[in-house]
């Protein structure tokens, strides 16, 4: 936890139009951010959803009645228009800049109206008296600019009456009866325990405060008005969507999901950054991940032996045996690498390449370098894989092998031992857990559940640390 005042400095780049021309000036701006901004109201200002919107509060009573006046049987959908526009002129005001440019065509974009319907909102704001019109805009020069003029107390997300309204109990009335579904998967045994489990592990406070001080973070104060250099809105667009799930983790809000019952199962845990692992513990214990080594080449191997076996297929027993080998051993990729590959840097570089020119491309007679390597040495292997491709299409495999890694590591390891009271969840091929007991139950498992199959895998412990 921070106990004294942050002052950044950061550089911004701002757009400015001279002529017919565009330029971009870089420039150092402080920003100051105290102890009580960094804890209760960080997520205020960066945390979005679709249905959270910080806005005057003495705003939300009036543009609630006139919404249900104008729009009685689209309440919903044009209260958020409203708010949004609000929100958007609130984000963009600031001591130094109280007048804010509204651009329209972004409006439109986001909001999908007709610039008309954009017009509407802005004039009806304005009626209501809680935006005023500074000054008028010249098509494709300027925007026009406006004030806010309620300077009440900034409330989050809908309160108040929308809550009341028809249309809005009507949508939450389908969300619970979904929720209530015992068929979906958020709602089984294993995945409530999943749940109880993430809740409770912790981030520690510095992860905030190193994610304040990245140069890229007052960016995400600015509101889509503001047109910045393409390199920077990627910046932009990564920083928000590592900090949007950390937020997300700090705030409970924590989301399950598998496709069709079959696939991966995915969590706030299993996408986060692999620097941000480890800032998490449960109750002081740092979290310890269970690896396999020469996962996803592993993996095929004991979904083309199922594969075969179901199918008919016959399994060349030579290369699968070599095959098998090599990735028991941890030293599958290392079979083909040359040079400067073997280097511990570029390892990682390799494997993806290796693995995306092999496993998950298109079937064709381009000759890749690294296919060409992996059919020397398998060639009945790689038949097998490209008649999969076929038969199935090349998304189609990827989404056989990622059911095949989701049966072993979801189904028969992570998922029964939750019900058994163990705590852990899974990163797709890894089992997660703070307790070194669990992991080493885990990997009995794993062992098990491959030896099945013959093959027997080459584990790693790592410390999220």
């Not at 008005?225 to 920083?239: A, L, N, P, T």
């Not at 020119?357 to 398998?378: A, G, I, N, Q």
Request: with cysteine; glycine share 4%; net charge positive.
């Amino acid at each position: 936890m921070l106990t004294e005042p942050l002052s950044l400095k950061v550089y911004c780049i701002v757009d400015v139009r001279v002529g017919d021309f565009k330029i971009f000036i870089s420039s150092v701006v402080s920003v100051y951010l105290s102890p009580l901004y960094l804890t209760s109201e960080l997520s205020f200002f960066l945390y979005m959803s679709k249905y959270n919107f910080r806005i005057p509060k003495d705003s939300i009573p009036i543009i609630e009645n006139f919404v249900k006046k104008t729009y009685p049987k689209s309440f919903e959908s044009n209260l958020c228009r409203y708010f949004y526009v609000l929100e958007y002129v609130y984000l963009g005001s600031h001591n130094h800049r109280l007048v804010v440019p509204i651009n329209r065509d972004f409006i439109v974009e986001y909001l999908k109206i007709s610039r008309k319907n954009a017009s509407i909102i802005i004039k009806s704001l304005c009626d209501l008296g809680i935006l005023k019109k500074e000054s008028s805009g010249k098509f494709g020069v300027r925007s026009s600019t406006y004030r806010l003029l309620d300077k009440s107390e900034i409330a989050l997300s809908i309160p108040f009456e929308v809550f009341e309204h028809k249309a809005t109990k009507n949508i939450i009335e389908r969300r619970n009866l979904n929720r209530k579904d015992k068929m979906r998967f958020e709602n089984t045994l294993e995945a409530q325990k999943l749940l109880h489990y993430l809740s409770s592990i912790s981030i520690d406070n510095s992860l905030l405060s190193n994610i304040i001080s990245n140069p890229i973070f007052p960016f995400t104060f600015l509101s889509p008005y503001r047109v910045q250099h393409k390199s920077v809105i990627e910046d932009i667009k990564q920083f928000k969507s590592k900090f949007k799930n950390i937020v997300s983790i700090s705030q409970g809000d924590i989301f399950i999901k598998r496709n069709n019952g079959r696939g991966r199962v995915y969590t706030n845990f299993s996408v986060m950054s692999k620097e941000h692992r480890p800032y998490m513990s449960y109750k002081g214990s740092k979290m310890k991940n269970l690896d396999i080594s020469n996962s996803q080449p592993l993996i095929f191997c004991a979904f083309l032996k199922k594969y075969c076996i179901e199918n008919s297929i016959k399994l060349p027993k030579e290369e699968y045996e070599y095959y098998k080998e090599l990735v028991e051993s941890g030293l599958f990729y290392e079979r083909f690498m040359e040079g400067d590959e073997f280097n511990p840097e570029n390892r990682k570089d390799f494997k993806i390449a290796f693995f995306g020119s092999v496993f998950y491309t298109k079937v064709s007679k381009v000759p890749y370098e690294l296919r060409k390597r992996f059919v020397k040495v398998f060639p009945k292997i790689y038949q097998i894989m490209d008649d999969i491709k076929i038969k199935h299409g090349n998304d189609g495999f990827a989404l056989l092998m990622q059911e095949e890694e989701a049966r072993i590591i979801w189904d028969e390891v992570n998922a029964p031992m939750l019900k058994e009271g163990y705590l852990c969840y899974n990163i797709y091929d890894s089992i997660v857990s703070h307790d070194i007991d669990t992991i080493r139950e885990a990997e009995t498992r794993l062992k098990s559940e491959f030896g099945k199959l013959g093959i027997n895998p080459t584990f790693k412990l790592e410390v999220f640390e």
